[in-house]
Nanobody, 127 residues
Framework: QVQLVESGGGLVQAGGSLRLVCAAS????????MGWFRQAPGKEREFVAS????????YSAASVKGRFTISRDNAKNTVYLQMNSLKPEDTAVYYC????????????????????WGQGTQVTVSA
Protein backbone atom coordinates (compact mmCIF):
# COMPACT_ATOMS: atom_id res chain seq x y z
CA GLN A 1 0.00 0.00 0.00
CA VAL A 2 1.25 3.46 -0.93
CA GLN A 3 -0.18 6.74 0.30
CA LEU A 4 0.53 9.93 -1.63
CA VAL A 5 0.23 13.52 -0.44
CA GLU A 6 0.73 16.45 -2.83
CA SER A 7 1.70 19.98 -1.87
CA GLY A 8 3.10 23.11 -3.45
CA GLY A 9 0.12 24.31 -5.44
CA GLY A 10 -1.12 27.86 -5.36
CA LEU A 11 -1.88 31.00 -7.33
CA VAL A 12 0.79 32.35 -9.66
CA GLN A 13 0.92 34.83 -12.51
CA ALA A 14 1.53 33.73 -16.08
CA GLY A 15 5.24 33.23 -16.67
CA GLY A 16 5.85 32.27 -13.06
CA SER A 17 7.02 29.02 -11.50
CA LEU A 18 5.84 26.51 -8.94
CA ARG A 19 7.29 23.27 -7.62
CA LEU A 20 4.87 20.53 -6.70
CA VAL A 21 5.91 17.92 -4.19
CA CYS A 22 4.48 14.42 -3.76
CA ALA A 23 5.39 12.67 -0.53
CA ALA A 24 4.91 8.90 -0.52
CA SER A 25 4.65 6.46 2.34
CA UNK A 26 5.88 2.88 2.21
CA UNK A 27 9.28 1.27 2.35
CA UNK A 28 9.23 0.11 -1.27
CA UNK A 29 8.78 3.53 -2.86
CA UNK A 30 11.94 2.95 -4.83
CA UNK A 31 10.17 0.26 -6.89
CA UNK A 32 7.25 2.45 -7.94
CA UNK A 33 7.00 4.34 -11.20
CA MET A 34 5.45 7.75 -10.59
CA GLY A 35 3.38 10.15 -12.59
CA TRP A 36 1.75 13.56 -12.49
CA PHE A 37 -1.67 14.16 -13.99
CA ARG A 38 -3.96 17.18 -14.02
CA GLN A 39 -7.65 17.84 -14.31
CA ALA A 40 -9.22 21.15 -15.27
CA PRO A 41 -12.91 21.90 -14.59
CA GLY A 42 -15.13 20.08 -17.05
CA LYS A 43 -12.24 18.15 -18.58
CA GLU A 44 -10.86 14.66 -18.23
CA ARG A 45 -7.77 13.94 -16.17
CA GLU A 46 -4.76 14.16 -18.45
CA PHE A 47 -1.18 12.97 -18.33
CA VAL A 48 1.52 15.52 -17.51
CA ALA A 49 4.76 13.66 -16.79
CA SER A 50 6.10 10.34 -15.56
CA UNK A 51 9.33 8.90 -14.21
CA UNK A 52 10.71 5.39 -13.84
CA UNK A 53 11.56 4.10 -10.40
CA UNK A 54 15.25 4.38 -11.14
CA UNK A 55 14.73 8.02 -12.06
CA UNK A 56 16.68 7.46 -15.24
CA UNK A 57 13.76 7.66 -17.65
CA UNK A 58 11.19 10.42 -17.85
CA TYR A 59 8.49 11.43 -20.29
CA SER A 60 6.40 14.59 -20.53
CA ALA A 61 3.29 15.56 -22.43
CA ALA A 62 3.88 17.73 -25.47
CA SER A 63 1.93 20.58 -23.87
CA VAL A 64 4.44 20.89 -21.01
CA LYS A 65 7.67 19.68 -22.60
CA GLY A 66 10.47 22.16 -22.09
CA ARG A 67 8.57 23.90 -19.27
CA PHE A 68 7.91 21.15 -16.68
CA THR A 69 10.45 18.74 -15.22
CA ILE A 70 9.70 15.64 -13.18
CA SER A 71 12.28 14.26 -10.77
CA ARG A 72 12.43 12.04 -7.71
CA ASP A 73 14.48 11.46 -4.57
CA ASN A 74 14.06 7.83 -3.50
CA ALA A 75 15.91 8.46 -0.24
CA LYS A 76 13.20 10.97 0.70
CA ASN A 77 10.25 9.06 -0.83
CA THR A 78 9.46 12.18 -2.82
CA VAL A 79 8.60 13.12 -6.40
CA TYR A 80 8.75 16.66 -7.72
CA LEU A 81 7.22 18.55 -10.60
CA GLN A 82 9.05 21.77 -11.39
CA MET A 83 6.78 23.99 -13.44
CA ASN A 84 8.24 27.01 -15.21
CA SER A 85 6.79 29.50 -17.70
CA LEU A 86 3.31 28.74 -16.46
CA LYS A 87 0.34 29.59 -18.64
CA PRO A 88 -3.32 30.14 -17.76
CA GLU A 89 -4.14 26.86 -19.53
CA ASP A 90 -2.02 25.03 -16.94
CA THR A 91 -4.69 25.82 -14.34
CA ALA A 92 -5.94 22.53 -12.91
CA VAL A 93 -5.88 20.21 -9.95
CA TYR A 94 -2.62 18.28 -10.12
CA TYR A 95 -2.48 14.67 -8.96
CA CYS A 96 0.42 12.42 -8.11
CA UNK A 97 0.10 8.72 -8.99
CA UNK A 98 2.10 5.55 -8.36
CA UNK A 99 2.32 1.98 -9.54
CA UNK A 100 4.68 -0.90 -8.88
CA UNK A 101 7.01 -1.35 -11.84
CA UNK A 102 8.78 -4.63 -12.62
CA UNK A 103 11.58 -2.91 -14.54
CA UNK A 104 13.60 0.03 -13.26
CA UNK A 105 13.47 1.89 -16.58
CA UNK A 106 9.71 1.72 -17.20
CA UNK A 107 7.40 4.70 -17.02
CA UNK A 108 3.65 4.92 -17.68
CA UNK A 109 1.55 7.58 -19.36
CA UNK A 110 -1.99 6.15 -19.08
CA UNK A 111 -3.95 6.98 -15.94
CA UNK A 112 -5.42 3.46 -16.06
CA UNK A 113 -1.94 2.06 -15.41
CA UNK A 114 -1.70 3.65 -11.96
CA UNK A 115 -2.92 2.06 -8.76
CA UNK A 116 -2.47 4.80 -6.18
CA TRP A 117 -3.47 8.47 -6.27
CA GLY A 118 -3.06 11.49 -4.07
CA GLN A 119 -5.83 13.92 -3.18
CA GLY A 120 -4.57 16.62 -5.56
CA THR A 121 -3.29 20.16 -5.23
CA GLN A 122 -4.79 23.20 -6.98
CA VAL A 123 -2.66 25.23 -9.38
CA THR A 124 -4.14 28.48 -10.65
CA VAL A 125 -2.33 30.62 -13.22
CA SER A 126 -3.65 34.13 -13.75
CA ALA A 127 -3.24 35.99 -17.03
Amino acid sequence: QVQLVESGGGLVQAGGSLRLVCAASGRTFSYYAMGWFRQAPGKEREFVASISWSGGNTYSAASVKGRFTISRDNAKNTVYLQMNSLKPEDTAVYYCAARRAPISSTYYTDKADYDYWGQGTQVTVSA
